[in-house]
């Protein structure tokens, strides 16, 4: 059965209170599309309807929606693609400022304006609602947006600083049919839009690496003033973490209870979450062990990262070819050797980007299930560096991976002395990036030189600033 919502000429959209009586809501104020008053097709006639959660229908003589059966009808008039609703008494319906709908009997040919409603399909209805309760990106020029509902009407959407006709978008919509990304023109430029609904997330298993997590944390809060959600999947209960859990931070943080029996466990968390569905919900998503510092804004990092198509992670330079080097996938090249133009090193899995997850995510699950089968096969500790090896070889021949994001974002942090910190990491308070991982070093507990580059950072940033 076709139906339609009705969305008012100031983008209000008309409901049914708990009573059947109608009012018109803002779309950022609905928490669910549930009560949403709809125009019903009934063979030959039309009537009002409400679907959600319980299924009612209008009564003429009280003007509510709150019959089991349908009492009267209502007639459509299409008025230059706009519509009216009369009903069989002659009245049509009127949304007034107030948020009340009134009904009142006009002459012929002077109806006002807010007796004109767009009709939306479900489908229309609900892209339009999640558009206007979230924040989105446009690129290119990486500016974040949302909808002005005071400034839009059934005819146009403010949506930043753009003006742009509602029906056009939602034609773009329909070609797309993917409600976290579309497209629009402006002054005959094209620009893309995606969802910006960020999240951070770690995997943090045993008491050993709490104070790597709280350092980290810490980072999180300054320099890195990051504003987004964090989910910490963990089988450190919740007294615990919050006992020693940044106080800026906590009420931002979610606890995933999760139990890691072996080390293949504990490796293979990452793609068990993204496997989940658990972070379907956001957009970009980044992963980052507990040994890793942020040491600028993360809520710039993730703004430029949104609109980007592939996962990216850390370039491995110190390795000459992900295809014979062990952390990065030459057990399972070897067994399945594929077609590469030039040598390539591997990535580090310490730091991974996830933009527009519900794209990527085939690619992932693709990953997860190789590790699984021949884990399954050939023994839990059959692959060596588990997790990482596995999405290194799975991705590189699904060209499924761009490095150059996180890459051009990532130092490596530790022993000073290293080779591969001074060639390919920088622990220089004067240039931070985004990410320092400190995984070289031979030191087990690697929260103290954590803390201590947060120091150096935040002493610098107060003396320069």
Not at 14 to 19: E, F, G, L, N, P
Not at 63 to 92: L, P, Q
Request: net charge negative; hydrophobic share 40%; charged share 25%.
């Amino acid at each position: 059965m076709e139906r339609f919502a009705l969305l008012t000429s100031d983008y209000k959209i008309v409901k049914s209170d708990s009573r059947g009586c109608l009012h018109t809501v803002a779309l950022s104020s609905l928490s669910s599309l549930d009560n949403v008053l709809y125009v019903t097709k009934r063979v030959d006639d039309y009537t009002l309807q409400v679907i959600s959660p319980a299924l009612l229908w209008w009564d003429v003589e009280k003007k509510r929606v709150n019959r089991a059966f349908a009492n009267g009808y209502v007639t459509i008039e299409n008025i230059s693609g706009f519509f009216s609703v009369k009903t069989d008494d002659g009245k049509y319906l009127q949304a007034r400022e107030c948020g009340m709908v009134a009904y009142n009997s006009f002459s012929e040919g002077v109806l006002e304006r807010n007796c004109l409603f767009r009709f939306l399909s479900e489908q229309e209805l609900d892209f339009l609602w999640y558009l206007t309760r979230n924040e989105w990106v446009i690129d290119p020029c990486l500016l974040r947006a949302r909808v002005n509902e005071a400034d839009s009407s059934s005819e146009f959407l403010s949506f930043g600083s753009f003006t742009l006709s509602l029906e056009t978008i939602l034609e773009n919509f329909g070609r797309f049919h993917n409600k976290n990304e579309f497209i629009f023109l402006s002054d005959d430029n094209i620009y893309r839009v995606v969802l910006y609904r960020p999240v951070l997330f770690y995997a943090a298993f045993g008491e050993t690496v709490i104070n790597q997590l709280v350092t980290s944390l810490e980072s999180l809060v300054d320099p890195g003033f990051y504003t987004g959600d964090i989910i910490i999947i963990t089988n450190i209960d919740h007294a615990s973490f919050k006992s020693v859990c940044p106080r800026q931070l906590y009420p931002k943080c979610h606890i995933v209870r999760m139990e890691a029996f072996d080390y293949a466990d504990f490796v293979a968390i990452r793609q068990t979450v993204l496997a989940s569905g658990l972070l379907d919900k956001y957009s970009p998503i980044i992963y980052i062990d507990t040994d890793v510092v942020v040491n600028c804004s993360l809520n710039k990092i993730m703004t430029e990262g949104a609109p980007e198509r592939f996962l990216s992670a850390q370039f491995e330079y110190w390795h000459d070819d992900f295809r014979y080097t062990e952390s990065s996938g030459q057990l399972l090249y070897g067994l399945d050797p594929f077609p590469v133009d030039r040598k390539c090193g591997g990535f580090n899995g310490g730091v991974l980007l996830i933009p527009q997850i519900l794209k990527n995510k085939p690619y992932l699950d693709l990953a997860f299930y190789s590790h699984i089968v021949y884990s399954t096969r050939h023994g839990r500790s059959a692959i060596p560096f588990r997790e990482q090896h596995v999405m290194n070889y799975a991705l590189q021949k699904l060209q499924a991976v761009d490095l150059t994001f996180i890459t051009a974002r990532t130092d490596v942090g530790g022993n000073l002395d290293s080779d591969i910190v001074q060639h390919y990491g920088s622990m220089d308070v004067r240039k931070p990036r985004g990410f320092i991982h400190f995984w070289c070093t031979a030191v087990a507990e690697r929260a103290w030189p954590m803390s201590d580059y947060i120091r150096k950072i935040r002493d610098y940033r107060k003396r320069d600033h």
